[in-house]
């Protein structure tokens, strides 16, 4: 079992559970915990029956919404305290400092920083992070319609004092308003798919999965490739 966190005040609820399918499409067993302070992941994925908390499954990935840490989670899922959480990879989205702590997010396999500039955003995010008592490598994801040095200096200046180190690598969304439409359009219809979604954004969709999945090699890559296509048409 692998954990991988998403952080940050930007709201990543579609990039989580686009992430998420992709993996359950590549027969990965998948768990996405929504720890963020407003639990969108409520209004987007269906349920029959919603409670304080519970866990649901959206195509293929659980769903545990309002649990405040792993044990209750647990409980949720109908587990003893001892027994282990069975699945592939947890994903964990939080927004917040409590989510940070409680979820044990130092020990998890991966993390990413997800955020744009807007000042929300980036300091909701930066806050998250500062309880931090040992350090965490994590990559930056940025939704931003233009990359430039100016804003990546800005949050690497509020994220000073932090525990949070950087990966080498950055992962760049050229967010067009064209996305969030086709992100709006899919929720309508109460799936997972990417239908409208630019080529850049379901490119660097396959590059975190790739990272994620620890892929290598041509033949893999074509094949996350061929998945990716069957999640757009939703199928």
Not at 49 to 64: L, Q, S
Not at 108 to 130: C, L, R, W
Not at 167 to 173: Q, R, Y
Not at 203 to 226: C, P, T
């Amino acid at each position: 079992m692998k954990k991988i966190s998403f952080i940050g005040g930007y709201d990543k609820t579609d990039l989580v559970l686009y992430l998420a399918k992709i993996l359950v499409e590549m027969n990965n067993s998948v768990l996405l915990v929504d720890a963020t302070i407003l639990q969108r992941s409520r209004y987007i994925v269906p349920v029959i029956k919603e409670e304080n908390a519970y866990v649901t499954n959206f195509e293929g990935v659980d769903i545990a919404i309002g649990f405040n840490n792993f044990e209750e989670v647990k409980k949720g899922l109908g587990l003893p305290p001892s027994a282990p959480i069975n699945y592939d990879y947890i994903f964990v989205d939080t927004d917040n400092q409590e989510g940070v702590l409680d979820f044990g997010i130092e020990q998890f396999d991966k993390n990413y920083f997800v955020t744009s500039f807007d000042v929300y955003s980036i300091k909701k995010g930066v806050e998250a992070v500062q309880v931090l008592a040992n350090p965490i490598k994590a990559t930056k994801v940025l939704f931003t319609q233009h990359l430039n040095k100016k804003d990546d200096e800005y949050l690497n200046y509020l994220m000073m004092g932090s525990k949070l180190e950087w990966e080498p690598e950055i992962v760049f969304f050229p967010f067009e308003v064209g996305d969030q439409t086709a992100i709006y359009m899919n929720q309508r219809v109460s799936k997972i798919k990417l239908e409208g979604l630019s080529s850049q954004y379901k490119e660097q969709l396959m590059y975190m999965a790739y990272q994620i999945l620890q892929l290598d090699g041509k033949d893999q890559y074509n094949e996350l490739r061929k998945v990716l296509k069957r999640v757009e048409r939703g199928v």
